[in-house]
């Protein structure tokens, strides 16, 4: 399989740490899926266990898989999701990681995307994700500024800010692929201000034009521009909950581009994205079916007075 092949090698080896003999379970919803192929066919050559579940794709980020695929991923080494929408933020992954699994997600990801982020080093995105978790764990406001008129406030006090370092080698270790970012949960109810989306919003792709999404204690009380009715609908349909803040993140992958797919989006390095819905499997209390991030291009970062981030440019 060339490329895809290496990066899939690449990937058991490098970001999961697999040992021959270990189970990996790949779960996705295409049965054409040639990035599931790949995996099972390093794993194969690996010495490993693989094992494939296609299931019915689901309807958004958020919601759960059958019980049938959470049984079983709490019975592998190794779960692998490369689906159409994210099962992050999930029961089903969480409980994963509680049985033990090491745990990679990857919603939406591309063949280019899968052979070209794996070519970062992971080492250094590692270092700079620890960097800024460490900065957000210190931290009690973070304000959010840019040219395009963001100025969003969080309170961050008491919540730990997550890295998302591409190396889930420990049993329970959990995060995205490509990864590359640090993370936290605000305190619900907190956030005040105006956030402009200028980059990509999940189930958006690519914005033409920005989107405005305007926050009141915690959640979003108007939103306005490209797509504005779609978030409306989504946030109705998943019920209680879905418009409030759910995620600060820091992009740290500087092989990572704007692509669409919010997956690879969030990473971007000098970006901030911020998420609605759920955040209870990192930090938070709002449980709800639902997880959709915001990527904002060049903005300006600064937690207690510390510059992480000024006009998109990394301070770290």
């Not at 010495?47 to 958004?60: D, K, S, V």
């Not at 006090?157 to 591409?166: I, L, N, Y």
């Not at 590359?180 to 690519?206: F, I, N, T």
């Not at 609908?233 to 759910?246: F, L």
Request: aromatic share 4%; proline share 5%; charged share 20%.
């Amino acid at each position: 399989m060339g490329d895809l092949g290496s990066a899939a090698r690449t990937l058991l080896e490098k970001c999961m740490g697999a040992k021959a003999g270990e189970s990996v379970l790949v779960v996705d919803d295409d049965a054409g899926n040639v990035i599931s192929a790949a995996l099972i066919q390093a794993a194969t050559e690996m010495a490993l266990e693989p094992m494939r579940i296609t299931m019915a794709p689901r309807q958004r980020s958020g919601q759960e898989p059958p019980k049938s695929v959470s049984r079983a991923m709490q019975g592998a080494d190794i779960v692998l999701m490369p689906t159409s929408f994210s099962l992050s933020h999930t029961n089903a992954r969480h409980d994963a990681c509680d049985a033990g699994a090491r745990v990679g997600s990857m919603p939406g990801i591309t063949v280019d995307m899968f052979t070209r982020t794996l070519t970062a080093d992971y080492e250094r995105v590692a270092e700079r994700s620890e960097t800024v978790a460490r900065i957000m764990n210190a931290g009690r406001e973070a304000r959010i500024t840019s040219a395009l008129g963001t100025d969003l406030r969080l309170n961050i006090a008491g919540r730990e800010g997550v890295p998302d370092t591409g190396l889930y080698h420990a049993p329970g270790a959990f995060g995205n692929l490509p990864a590359g970012e640090a993370y936290l949960a605000p305190v619900e109810g907190k956030a005040e201000g105006v956030l402009v989306v200028d980059a990509s919003m999940a189930g958006l792709g690519v914005l033409p034009s920005p989107v405005t999404l305007t926050f009141r204690e915690g959640r979003v009380v108007d939103v306005s521009g490209h797509g504005a009715d779609q978030l409306r609908a989504n946030w109705a349909a998943a019920g209680e909950g879905a418009d409030c803040v759910a995620e600060l993140g820091v992009g740290t992958n500087d092989r990572a581009v704007i692509t669409g797919r919010v997956l690879e989006d969030e990473k971007v390095l000098g970006t901030v994205h911020i998420a609605v819905g759920n955040n209870a499997h990192f930090g938070g209390v709002n449980n709800v079916p639902y997880h959709a991030d915001g990527v904002i291009t060049k903005p300006t970062l600064v937690i207690d007075g510390t510059t992480v981030i000024e006009n998109g440019v990394p301070r770290f």
